[in-house]
């Protein structure tokens, strides 16, 4: 990623954000833990009042595109998205009692993350890609860019088959996990 990247912001574009787990790491393997960024995504969305137009969630990083806020500048709100989908799937969750094949009674976390995974240092890497999209013409390659992800990295046959992305809204009219704010494509 470029040292001296410059950000423009209170122009009225979209934002193709992209942003990556720390080093890589698929921590966002686990439908689970997708599932949970995209519950805080659309909360933090209600909260800053951005439209969020389109998004793809992979394993170990994110693309969104996205509106700005009135309240707040994109680096804003994507600092209190992952400080919060961070302490959400790091959080151990109340173990629960469960009775497992052989009868036997143990305790058993519902976190998506493993134990050394909470304890990693860090979560998200610290910078993200923010690029203007200023001009109508480029939005469609954007969306197909961000919607080809989970094909071109041969997770899914096909777009329709990754429930995390705004694929479904602008090929079906569906409303997927959360609602679009939409956008010429």
Not at 33 to 62: D, K, T
Request: glycine share 6%.
């Amino acid at each position: 990623m470029p040292k001296n990247l410059k950000r423009y912001y209170g122009r009225g574009d979209l934002h193709f954000l992209t942003f990556s787990c720390y080093r890589r790491l698929p921590l966002l393997r686990a439908a689970d833990a997708r599932n949970v960024f995209v519950q805080a995504l659309n909360e933090i969305r209600a909260r800053y009042g951005f439209p969020v137009a389109a998004y793809v969630v992979m394993p170990e990083h994110v693309h969104l595109l996205i509106g700005e806020s009135p309240g707040a500048m994109p680096s804003l709100v994507l600092e209190v998205l992952k400080q919060r989908v961070s302490r959400d799937l790091r959080r151990p969750k109340i173990p629960t009692r469960k009775t497992d094949v052989w009868g036997t009674v143990g305790r058993h976390s519902s976190s998506p993350l493993g134990h050394a995974e909470r304890r990693l240092a860090r979560f998200w890497q610290t910078r993200f890609y923010d690029f203007n999209v200023w001009n109508a013409q480029k939005i469609p390659v954007v969306l197909e860019y961000m919607h080809l992800n989970p094909v071109k990295r041969k997770l899914v046959a096909h777009p329709k088959d990754w429930p995390w992305s705004s694929w479904s809204f602008y090929e079906m009219g569906q409303t997927g996990l959360i609602p679009i704010d939409p956008v010429g494509s």
